[in-house]
């Protein structure tokens, strides 16, 4: 109601946005009722929408405080980014946060372990949200409401303990101003030290990620020797992970991929975090996104950028030439779209990515390694084919340059006796 009072005193164009989450039956139809008349008053344009509150909080799974501001800040961005608001609608989101507001969000940060990020509380100003009255105690507002004869009604949910906010509001707070009476002053002037420190900690962060990341299209490596030397490492770990859907207590394993063998990974929501020789590559799980995807043993196919594997197991009789034994010749070793490979020297899991400068094999048939710069060359590739060529390894040697040669080391013999075959197909 404040806000609406000085947005008006100010001369400024505003319409005013009332959500009702139907959670308190006639209250929040009161409620609405009481905005559109507000919206008489000023002679502005009352936008309303009725949320399914309830409904959205048991399919997303959580809690009823946490869907409403999910469902209201998404409609608020909807209405600011319409096509409406690039000619004459809103172009901002005004809220009515004020610092008793800013005080209770910083100590429930701090007992949820919200870290830096957490401690310097409700910002000022974040994308297209603007907060006025975040420098204004409760009471200058309730001051204010009085002085201007503003009319407001009282959302009967505020008056219980049923809410965390509420219960830090009517009793933690309380509590703790009987032995430090200033204890929510001394608060307000933490925050701009944490807001401060929050600042030269992101930066301390964004130099870090400078040194240590690569982007390389939709994946991002990270050199494990230089991360291991980077302190405070939990840290640097901790802020370079979030931004892929890792939680906290992920950070000690990803941490102990530094000193894992070749193949091991720690999976979020949407990445994988995998240890390939001296890095660590962060890969969307979805494998049509991924330069680099893991292969797990009995895994039967797999789709990347183009093309799909399938892998088929194919076990010889009698120590038989497998390729008599399964029906193949043996030239289909070198065929583009078929490898028949010993498993007896196959470690899982196998790691298909995109081929880097300094990757080395043993082509088909010689007993010497090969850069792949030098096959492609040999093999008289263009600058497009050869940004498309993707490798299969195991335990960092390669297995397969996928579409050209399999490595020697891994061919079929007179002595194998169980074959991994893949075949490429085009997708």
């Known amino acids: 109601m404040v806000l609406c009072e000085l947005c008006y005193q100010a001369g400024f164009d505003f319409v005013i946005a009332h959500c009702n989450f139907q959670l308190r039956g006639e209250e929040s139809d009161r409620d609405e009722n009481f905005v559109r008349e507000l919206g008489k008053k000023y002679n502005k344009e009352v936008l309303v929408k009725r949320f399914d509150t309830s409904g959205y909080s048991t399919e997303h799974k959580v809690s009823t405080q ?20 690039i000619t004459n609608g809103p172009t901002c989101i005004l809220t009515a946060h004020h610092a008793d507001d800013n005080i209770e ?3 429930m940060n701090f007992f949820k372990g919200t870290g830096i990020a957490g401690l ?3 910002l000022p ?3 297209k949200i603007i907060r006025p009255l975040l420098s204004f105690r409760k009471e200058e507002l309730l001051a204010f409401a009085q002085e201007n004869n503003l009319q407001w009604v009282e959302d009967s949910s505020n008056a219980t303990d049923k809410y965390s906010r509420n219960y830090f509001r009517q009793q933690l707070i309380p509590l703790v101003q009987k032995i430090y009476p200033k204890a929510d002053e001394n608060m307000l002037d933490n925050i701009q030290r944490f807001a401060d420190t929050e600042l030269l900690y992101q930066q301390a962060i964004h130099q870090h990620k400078k040194k240590l990341l690569e982007i390389k299209g939709n994946e991002t490596h990270i050199p494990v020797l230089k991360l291991q030397k980077s302190e405070p490492l939990y840290t640097i770990v901790y802020e370079i992970i979030k931004e892929f ?5 992920q950070t000690n394993e990803v941490i102990g991929l530094l000193s894992s063998e070749s193949g091991k990974y720690v999976q979020s929501s949407s990445h994988r975090i995998i ?6 590559i962060i890969a969307p799980s979805a494998t049509e996104k991924a330069d680099t995807i893991l292969i797990e043993e009995g895994t039967s196919s797999i789709e990347a950028a183009g093309f799909r594997l399938d892998f088929s197991n194919q076990t010889t009789t009698n120590h038989k030439p497998p390729s008599v034994a399964v029906g193949l010749p043996k030239a289909m070793q070198t065929t583009n779209s078929i490898a028949q490979l010993d498993n007896k020297h196959i470690s899982f899991p196998l790691i298909l990515r995109k081929w880097k400068t300094g990757d080395y094999f043993y082509p088909l048939g010689m007993k010497k390694k090969k850069k792949l ?13 050869k940004e498309n060529i993707w490798v299969l390894e195991s335990d960092k040697k390669i297995l397969w340059v996928i579409g050209y040669r399999i490595d020697d080391r891994f061919k079929i013999t007179d002595h194998t006796i169980s074959i991994l075959q893949i075949v490429r197909s085009s997708i």
């Not at 409403?68 to 096509?83: D, K, M, T």
């Not at 859907?245 to 207590?249: A, G, K, L, R, V």
């Not at 240890?275 to 660590?280: A, I, K, T, V, Y």
């Open 66 to 85: 946490v869907a409403a501001r999910e469902l209201r800040y998404s409609w608020f961005y909807e209405l600011v980014n319409s096509q409406l608001s």
């Open 105 to 107: 969000t910083v100590l």
């Open 120 to 122: 310097r509380g409700i």
């Open 125 to 127: 100003k974040q994308g």
């Open 245 to 249: 859907n890792f939680t906290s207590h």
């Open 275 to 280: 240890r390939n020789r001296s890095w660590l």
């Open 373 to 385: 710069s030098r096959f492609f060359i040999d093999q008289k590739l263009s600058k497009t084919e």
